[in-house]
Protein backbone atom coordinates (compact mmCIF):
# COMPACT_ATOMS: atom_id res chain seq x y z
CA UNK A 1 0.00 0.00 0.00
CA UNK A 2 1.13 3.45 -1.55
CA UNK A 3 0.91 5.39 1.90
CA UNK A 4 -0.04 9.70 1.05
CA UNK A 5 2.70 11.83 1.80
CA UNK A 6 1.09 14.46 3.76
CA UNK A 7 3.38 18.24 3.97
CA UNK A 8 1.03 20.56 5.76
CA UNK A 9 -0.79 20.39 9.03
CA UNK A 10 -3.85 21.28 7.80
CA UNK A 11 -4.00 18.33 5.75
CA UNK A 12 -2.85 16.19 8.67
CA UNK A 13 -5.21 17.48 10.79
CA UNK A 14 -8.02 16.86 7.69
CA UNK A 15 -7.25 12.84 8.24
CA UNK A 16 -6.49 12.68 11.99
CA UNK A 17 -9.61 14.59 13.10
CA UNK A 18 -12.03 12.13 11.25
CA UNK A 19 -9.91 9.58 13.31
CA UNK A 20 -10.27 11.25 15.93
CA UNK A 21 -13.87 10.91 15.81
CA UNK A 22 -14.42 7.79 15.01
CA UNK A 23 -12.47 6.53 18.08
CA UNK A 24 -9.09 5.02 16.23
CA UNK A 25 -6.32 4.39 18.26
CA UNK A 26 -3.23 6.50 16.24
CA UNK A 27 0.27 5.63 16.31
CA UNK A 28 3.18 7.72 15.70
CA UNK A 29 6.41 6.91 14.36
CA UNK A 30 8.64 10.07 14.77
CA UNK A 31 11.79 9.08 12.45
CA UNK A 32 14.28 11.98 10.67
CA UNK A 33 14.34 9.87 7.37
CA UNK A 34 17.25 7.37 5.87
CA UNK A 35 14.88 4.51 7.28
CA UNK A 36 16.56 0.97 8.00
CA UNK A 37 14.91 -2.04 9.62
CA UNK A 38 15.13 -0.45 13.10
CA UNK A 39 12.74 2.17 12.21
CA UNK A 40 10.18 -0.65 10.15
CA UNK A 41 10.73 -2.48 13.54
CA UNK A 42 8.81 0.56 14.93
CA UNK A 43 6.46 0.69 12.14
CA UNK A 44 5.69 -3.11 13.07
CA UNK A 45 5.35 -2.39 16.47
CA UNK A 46 2.38 0.82 15.60
CA UNK A 47 0.97 -1.17 13.14
CA UNK A 48 0.24 -4.40 15.83
CA UNK A 49 -1.33 -2.07 18.19
CA UNK A 50 -3.07 0.78 16.29
CA UNK A 51 -5.57 1.20 13.60
CA UNK A 52 -4.05 3.93 12.04
CA UNK A 53 -0.04 4.69 11.22
CA UNK A 54 1.53 8.02 10.64
CA UNK A 55 5.52 7.92 9.81
CA UNK A 56 6.88 11.31 10.34
CA UNK A 57 10.00 12.60 8.41
CA UNK A 58 11.64 15.82 9.25
CA UNK A 59 15.30 16.22 9.69
CA UNK A 60 15.26 18.91 12.41
CA UNK A 61 17.48 21.51 12.49
CA UNK A 62 17.01 22.31 16.29
CA UNK A 63 18.71 18.88 17.17
CA UNK A 64 21.74 19.48 15.19
CA UNK A 65 24.70 21.49 17.15
CA UNK A 66 26.78 21.06 14.43
CA UNK A 67 25.71 22.52 10.76
CA UNK A 68 27.98 19.88 8.93
CA UNK A 69 26.34 17.27 10.59
CA UNK A 70 22.81 18.72 9.79
CA UNK A 71 24.10 19.24 5.99
CA UNK A 72 25.51 15.58 5.82
CA UNK A 73 22.57 14.12 7.35
CA UNK A 74 20.98 11.13 4.85
CA UNK A 75 17.82 12.54 3.25
CA UNK A 76 16.26 9.32 0.72
CA UNK A 77 12.43 10.48 0.94
CA UNK A 78 11.87 8.86 -2.49
CA UNK A 79 13.71 5.51 -1.05
CA UNK A 80 11.99 5.95 2.37
CA UNK A 81 8.69 5.98 0.83
CA UNK A 82 9.25 2.87 -0.96
CA UNK A 83 10.59 1.34 1.98
CA UNK A 84 7.41 1.98 4.09
CA UNK A 85 4.73 0.28 0.94
CA UNK A 86 4.98 -3.04 2.89
CA UNK A 87 2.91 -1.61 6.17
CA UNK A 88 -0.40 -0.62 7.17
CA UNK A 89 1.13 3.06 7.05
CA UNK A 90 -2.12 5.78 6.72
CA UNK A 91 0.04 9.19 6.30
CA UNK A 92 3.78 9.81 5.62
CA UNK A 93 4.16 13.28 7.25
CA UNK A 94 7.08 15.54 5.72
CA UNK A 95 6.54 19.02 6.87
CA UNK A 96 8.92 21.58 5.82
CA UNK A 97 11.07 23.30 8.04
CA UNK A 98 8.58 26.72 7.71
CA UNK A 99 5.49 24.30 8.77
CA UNK A 100 7.27 23.07 11.77
CA UNK A 101 8.99 26.48 12.60
CA UNK A 102 6.90 29.14 11.24
CA UNK A 103 8.38 33.08 11.73
CA UNK A 104 8.18 33.96 14.97
CA UNK A 105 8.44 30.11 16.55
CA UNK A 106 9.78 31.01 20.37
CA UNK A 107 9.10 28.30 22.27
CA UNK A 108 11.45 25.40 23.31
CA UNK A 109 10.89 22.43 25.83
CA UNK A 110 13.49 21.64 28.21
CA UNK A 111 14.00 18.80 30.27
CA UNK A 112 16.31 18.81 32.99
CA UNK A 113 18.29 16.04 34.81
CA UNK A 114 18.00 13.03 32.41
CA UNK A 115 19.49 16.00 29.89
CA UNK A 116 22.46 16.82 31.93
CA UNK A 117 24.21 13.60 30.95
CA UNK A 118 25.95 11.90 28.18
CA UNK A 119 24.72 13.02 24.77
CA UNK A 120 23.36 16.01 26.74
CA UNK A 121 26.70 17.24 27.60
CA UNK A 122 28.52 16.60 24.29
CA UNK A 123 25.41 17.42 21.95
CA UNK A 124 25.02 21.08 23.62
CA UNK A 125 21.01 22.02 23.02
CA UNK A 126 20.37 18.58 21.15
CA UNK A 127 17.49 17.26 23.53
CA UNK A 128 15.74 20.75 23.59
CA UNK A 129 15.29 20.05 20.28
CA UNK A 130 14.43 17.00 20.35
CA UNK A 131 11.97 17.48 22.98
CA UNK A 132 10.39 20.77 21.22
CA UNK A 133 9.54 18.92 17.87
CA UNK A 134 8.66 15.71 19.46
CA UNK A 135 5.82 17.81 21.67
CA UNK A 136 4.82 19.46 18.53
CA UNK A 137 4.77 15.68 16.59
CA UNK A 138 2.49 14.68 19.43
CA UNK A 139 -0.08 17.51 19.42
CA UNK A 140 -0.20 17.68 14.93
CA UNK A 141 -0.63 13.94 14.91
CA UNK A 142 -3.57 13.67 17.64
CA UNK A 143 -2.02 10.14 18.63
CA UNK A 144 -2.57 7.91 21.18
CA UNK A 145 0.46 6.03 21.01
CA UNK A 146 4.39 6.72 20.14
CA UNK A 147 7.52 4.48 19.01
CA UNK A 148 10.71 5.10 19.29
CA UNK A 149 13.88 2.58 19.22
CA UNK A 150 16.06 1.63 22.48
CA UNK A 151 19.00 2.37 20.28
CA UNK A 152 18.92 6.14 21.73
CA UNK A 153 17.95 5.21 25.37
CA UNK A 154 18.31 8.78 26.43
CA UNK A 155 15.94 10.32 23.88
CA UNK A 156 13.42 7.46 24.68
CA UNK A 157 13.72 8.28 28.59
CA UNK A 158 13.75 12.28 27.78
CA UNK A 159 10.63 11.55 25.75
CA UNK A 160 8.51 10.01 28.43
CA UNK A 161 9.65 12.29 31.05
CA UNK A 162 8.57 15.25 28.94
CA UNK A 163 5.26 13.64 27.76
CA UNK A 164 4.52 12.61 31.14
CA UNK A 165 5.56 15.99 33.06
CA UNK A 166 3.19 18.27 30.17
CA UNK A 167 0.12 15.97 30.40
CA UNK A 168 0.10 15.01 27.19
CA UNK A 169 -2.01 11.66 26.58
CA UNK A 170 -0.18 9.58 24.77
CA UNK A 171 1.76 6.20 25.65
CA UNK A 172 5.40 5.87 24.89
CA UNK A 173 6.58 2.55 23.76
CA UNK A 174 10.35 1.85 23.86
CA UNK A 175 11.08 -0.88 21.05
CA UNK A 176 14.31 -2.86 21.09
CA UNK A 177 17.40 -1.50 19.27
CA UNK A 178 18.08 -3.87 15.52
CA UNK A 179 21.46 -4.89 15.10
CA UNK A 180 23.39 -5.50 11.72
CA UNK A 181 24.18 -9.66 11.84
CA UNK A 182 28.35 -8.42 13.15
CA UNK A 183 25.99 -6.70 15.91
CA UNK A 184 26.46 -3.07 14.66
CA UNK A 185 23.15 -0.90 15.73
CA UNK A 186 21.56 -0.13 12.73
CA UNK A 187 21.41 4.02 12.67
CA UNK A 188 20.91 6.09 9.44
CA UNK A 189 24.57 7.64 10.47
CA UNK A 190 25.97 4.23 9.83
CA UNK A 191 25.53 5.06 6.08
CA UNK A 192 28.20 7.68 6.64
CA UNK A 193 30.72 5.22 7.45
CA UNK A 194 33.72 4.02 4.67
CA UNK A 195 33.91 0.40 3.67
CA UNK A 196 36.95 0.27 5.69
CA UNK A 197 35.68 2.04 9.24
CA UNK A 198 32.58 -0.70 8.60
CA UNK A 199 34.62 -3.30 9.02
CA UNK A 200 36.07 -2.02 12.39
CA UNK A 201 32.68 -0.67 13.63
CA UNK A 202 30.80 -3.63 15.25
CA UNK A 203 34.15 -3.70 17.60
CA UNK A 204 31.82 -1.30 19.72
CA UNK A 205 29.09 -3.45 20.53
CA UNK A 206 31.71 -6.38 21.17
CA UNK A 207 33.58 -4.83 23.53
CA UNK A 208 30.37 -3.32 25.39
CA UNK A 209 29.45 -6.98 25.54
CA UNK A 210 32.56 -7.98 27.43
CA UNK A 211 31.97 -5.59 29.47
CA UNK A 212 28.57 -5.83 30.95
CA UNK A 213 29.10 -9.99 30.95
CA UNK A 214 32.29 -8.90 32.81
CA UNK A 215 30.19 -7.02 35.22
CA UNK A 216 27.30 -9.84 35.70
CA UNK A 217 29.89 -12.04 36.45
CA UNK A 218 31.66 -9.98 39.03
CA UNK A 219 33.94 -8.81 37.21
CA UNK A 220 35.25 -4.61 37.97
CA UNK A 221 33.99 -2.08 36.06
CA UNK A 222 37.00 0.11 35.59
CA UNK A 223 39.20 -2.22 34.93
CA UNK A 224 36.75 -3.87 32.28
CA UNK A 225 36.02 -0.39 30.81
CA UNK A 226 39.84 0.59 30.32
CA UNK A 227 40.89 -2.92 28.67
CA UNK A 228 37.75 -1.84 26.03
CA UNK A 229 39.02 1.39 25.39
CA UNK A 230 42.30 0.45 24.69
CA UNK A 231 40.98 -2.06 22.05
CA UNK A 232 39.01 0.26 20.84
CA UNK A 233 41.45 2.88 20.17
CA UNK A 234 43.66 -0.22 18.81
CA UNK A 235 40.83 -0.21 15.98
CA UNK A 236 41.23 3.07 15.18
CA UNK A 237 38.35 4.79 17.24
CA UNK A 238 39.84 7.76 17.95
CA UNK A 239 37.87 9.49 20.78
CA UNK A 240 35.49 7.69 23.17
CA UNK A 241 33.00 10.57 24.35
CA UNK A 242 31.61 8.10 27.11
CA UNK A 243 31.76 4.88 28.24
CA UNK A 244 29.38 4.39 31.13
CA UNK A 245 27.06 2.49 33.33
CA UNK A 246 23.84 4.04 34.59
CA UNK A 247 20.42 3.05 35.72
CA UNK A 248 18.01 2.40 33.28
CA UNK A 249 15.47 4.40 34.74
CA UNK A 250 16.78 8.02 35.81
CA UNK A 251 20.42 7.60 34.05
CA UNK A 252 22.33 7.47 37.25
CA UNK A 253 26.30 6.77 37.38
CA UNK A 254 26.63 3.36 38.47
CA UNK A 255 30.37 1.88 39.21
CA UNK A 256 28.51 -1.61 39.93
CA UNK A 257 25.14 -3.23 38.50
CA UNK A 258 22.78 -2.63 41.86
CA UNK A 259 19.19 -2.10 40.00
CA UNK A 260 18.32 -2.40 36.69
CA UNK A 261 21.14 -1.11 34.67
CA UNK A 262 22.57 0.21 31.22
CA UNK A 263 26.25 0.12 29.66
CA UNK A 264 26.14 3.27 26.93
CA UNK A 265 28.57 4.30 24.89
CA UNK A 266 29.15 7.18 22.78
CA UNK A 267 32.83 7.21 20.02
CA UNK A 268 34.31 8.26 16.90
CA UNK A 269 35.51 6.18 14.00
CA UNK A 270 36.67 7.68 11.02
CA UNK A 271 34.66 11.20 11.50
CA UNK A 272 31.59 9.32 12.88
CA UNK A 273 29.91 9.20 15.69
CA UNK A 274 28.42 5.97 16.74
CA UNK A 275 26.28 5.08 19.85
CA UNK A 276 25.14 2.50 21.32
CA UNK A 277 23.42 1.06 25.23
CA UNK A 278 22.85 -2.47 26.10
CA UNK A 279 21.25 -3.77 29.02
CA UNK A 280 23.97 -5.55 32.06
CA UNK A 281 22.34 -8.51 33.11
CA UNK A 282 18.67 -9.41 33.41
O1 LIG B 1 15.43 9.73 16.75
C1 LIG B 1 15.22 10.55 15.82
O2 LIG B 1 15.27 10.22 14.64
C2 LIG B 1 14.91 11.99 16.17
O3 LIG B 1 15.63 12.42 17.27
C3 LIG B 1 13.39 12.26 16.37
C4 LIG B 1 12.84 11.49 17.53
C5 LIG B 1 12.65 11.87 15.10
C6 LIG B 1 13.15 13.75 16.62
O4 LIG B 1 13.59 14.53 15.57
Redesign the pocket.
Known amino acids: MTAPIVRSLSELRGMTQDWVRAGERIGVV???GALHDGHLSLVAAAEKICTRVIV?I?V?PR?FNNSEDLANYPRTEHEDARKLERFAVDAIYVPDGDQMYPGGFATTVSVSGLTEVMDGVYRPGHFEG?AT??AKLFAQSSASDAF?GEK?YQ?LQVVRRMARDLDIPITVHGCPTIREIDGLAMSSRNLLLSDRARVNAPLLFEQMEEIAEGVVAGGDFAALRTAAVKRLEAANFTKIDYLEMRAADDLALLNASMRPTRLFAAAWLAGVRLIDNIAVGG
Open positions: PTMTFNQVVVFDQ
